[in-house]
């Protein structure tokens, strides 16, 4: 698998790389001290994971996965635990704190390859898409939903589920928000920002938000904020 540092510490990136020695099925395409450079880094090569400081001069590790349109898999590495609960709504993978032990570093590599592997199998058995009228099947612990597709106003990602609005019902469920993605309308379902795919028939008014992002309430009157760059993509969907 392929892999980028990205990490203000010249010191930790050096531990890092020398712990990554001993990993041969990681290849390593380089490292940034920065948001700034990470991101240059990741736009040129695309790797399969980051293993990624959250405290960095500038833009932070969370702010640079904002600007990304699609985000790796991600391993955080810091020396601060108060960050663990926002980190895993970024879908991360697993959340280091420095020192890094080789042994938990060991544990985290283990957890990415058995979700690139579970990716290449879901990739290789693509299932169709689903029209406004497929009815899926939603199960949360013991409470069971036959839904039609077109009742499902929103879908939010809480980690690595996606929790799934319709009528008054939120279930939780164990599948990623781009997996999802994959199987929808994108004439109906629109993926506003990172976190959230809303369906455009549920809509109830538009804004313009700070910084060229947009707006949107919802019928049940939950407010969306689309990101500016997929706010160009909205307005091209819906215009004329």
């Given at each position: 698998?392929t892999?980028?540092?990205?990490?203000?510490?010249?010191?930790?990136?050096?531990?890092?790389?020398n712990m990554?020695?001993?990993?041969?099925?990681i290849d390593?395409?380089?490292?940034?001290?920065?948001?700034?450079?990470?991101?240059?880094?990741?736009?040129?090569?695309?790797?399969?994971?980051l293993?990624?400081?959250?405290?960095?001069?500038?833009?932070?590790?969370?702010?640079?996965?904002?600007?990304l349109?699609?985000v790796?898999?991600?391993?955080?590495?810091?020396?601060y635990?108060?960050?663990?609960?926002?980190?895993?709504?970024?879908?991360?993978?697993?959340?280091?704190?420095?020192?890094i032990?080789?042994?938990?570093?060991?544990?985290?590599?283990?957890?990415?390859?058995?979700?690139?592997?579970?990716e290449?199998?879901?990739?290789e058995?693509?299932?169709?898409?689903?029209?406004?009228?497929?009815?899926?099947?939603?199960?949360d612990?013991?409470?069971?939903?036959?839904?039609?597709?077109?009742?499902?106003?929103?879908?939010?990602?809480?980690?690595?589920?996606?929790?799934?609005?319709?009528?008054?019902?939120?279930?939780?469920?164990?599948?990623?928000?781009?997996?999802?993605e994959?199987?929808?309308?994108?004439?109906q379902?629109?993926?506003a920002?990172?976190?959230?795919?809303?369906n455009?028939?549920?809509?109830?008014?538009?804004?313009?938000?700070?910084?060229?992002?947009?707006?949107?309430?919802?019928?049940?009157?939950?407010?969306?904020?689309?990101?500016?760059?997929q706010?160009?993509?909205?307005?091209?969907?819906?215009?004329?």
């Amino acid at each position: 698998m392929t892999a980028l540092i990205i990490e203000d510490s010249r010191l930790a990136r050096v531990e890092l790389k020398n712990m990554l020695k001993g990993h041969s099925n990681i290849d390593l395409l380089g490292e940034a001290a920065n948001a700034e450079e990470g991101l240059e880094l990741i736009n040129k090569h695309h790797p399969d994971l980051l293993f990624l400081d959250i405290n960095m001069p500038g833009k932070n590790g969370f702010e640079l996965l904002e600007l990304l349109d699609e985000v790796p898999l991600v391993i955080f590495t810091t020396a601060y635990d108060e960050y663990a609960i926002k980190a895993f709504e970024y879908n991360t993978l697993d959340y280091l704190l420095k020192p890094i032990s080789k042994e938990r570093l060991g544990k985290a590599i283990d957890k990415v390859e058995q979700q690139l592997k579970t990716e290449k199998e879901e990739e290789e058995t693509k299932e169709e898409k689903l029209t406004n009228s497929s009815r899926i099947f939603v199960k949360d612990g013991e409470e069971c939903w036959l839904v039609r597709l077109e009742q499902i106003r929103r879908f939010e990602s809480v980690g690595n589920y996606t929790r799934v609005f319709f009528d008054e019902n939120k279930p939780l469920i164990h599948k990623s928000l781009n997996k999802i993605e994959e199987r929808l309308d994108a004439t109906q379902f629109f993926r506003a920002n990172r976190q959230q795919i809303i369906n455009l028939k549920y809509i109830k008014d538009i804004n313009t938000w700070f910084s060229g992002n947009l707006k949107v309430t919802m019928q049940d009157g939950e407010d969306v904020e689309i990101s500016r760059r997929q706010s160009a993509k909205f307005k091209n969907l819906l215009s004329l």
